[in-house]
């Protein structure tokens, strides 16, 4: 756990479905000027509470809590577990709404492409449309984008395992949270593929 100096606030960043820390890399330097950073690590829970305590419990005292896509939506679950500890609270590029018409069905098809082919051949498919079309062919954006699923994926679909769909330990068990999650948002992210 990391212990913020005195009492000022410890900036808590929360990287999207499918990456990591690399995805604030250029932020962070400037955000290490204002305060500490941590940037959680999201990869390994099964729920958007499970992720909200796990970055809960990975610092103390008071958070500046900047959430990206998927992250925003645990940093919502961070604000409904421990409000007195959020001074202030970012979402950047997420979704707010309920789960829409036939939203489980495309992140099913995710899903079943992941256990079929592998993460990355789902990365091929769900990364292009969250990224502004112009740059879309940038190899140095989408590189490592893509990229991210290797740095320490334990998913079943890459690794050949047997397990229940939504459930295969990181990466793609994000496309099938837990319908009990009691979280605030209801879904991870609007897959964009149909």
């Not at 820390?21 to 250029?26: D, E």
């Not at 292009?128 to 140095?140: I, N």
């Not at 893509?146 to 079943?156: E, H, I, K, L």
Request: glycine share 10%; aromatic share 2%; hydrophobic share 45%.
């Amino acid at each position: 756990m990391v212990q913020p100096m005195s009492n000022a606030p410890t900036i808590l960043l929360l990287p999207g479905l499918l990456c990591d820390a690399s995805v604030w890399k250029v932020q962070r330097p400037a955000l290490e000027t204002l305060a500490p950073v941590v940037v959680a690590d999201l990869s390994r829970q099964s729920s958007l509470v499970e992720m909200a305590q796990s970055a809960l419990e990975s610092v103390s005292g008071p958070l500046i809590v900047i959430g990206h896509s998927m992250g925003a939506r645990v940093a919502m679950e961070i604000w409904r577990l421990a409000p007195a500890r959020v001074v202030k609270l970012a979402l950047l590029g997420t979704g707010v709404h309920p789960v829409q018409p036939g939203e489980a069905e495309r992140r099913q098809k995710l899903v079943d492409l992941a256990y079929r082919e592998g993460m990355a051949a789902l990365a091929e498919v769900w990364l292009p449309p969250l990224v502004d079309a112009r740059r879309v062919g940038e190899e140095s954006l989408m590189a490592p984008l893509r990229n991210a699923r290797d740095r320490g994926s334990t998913c079943a679909a890459d690794q050949g395992a047997d397990r229940s769909p939504g459930r295969c330990g990181a990466g793609c068990h994000h496309f099938m949270p837990d319908a009990g999650d009691g979280g605030t948002a209801g879904s991870m992210e609007s897959a964009g593929a149909a």
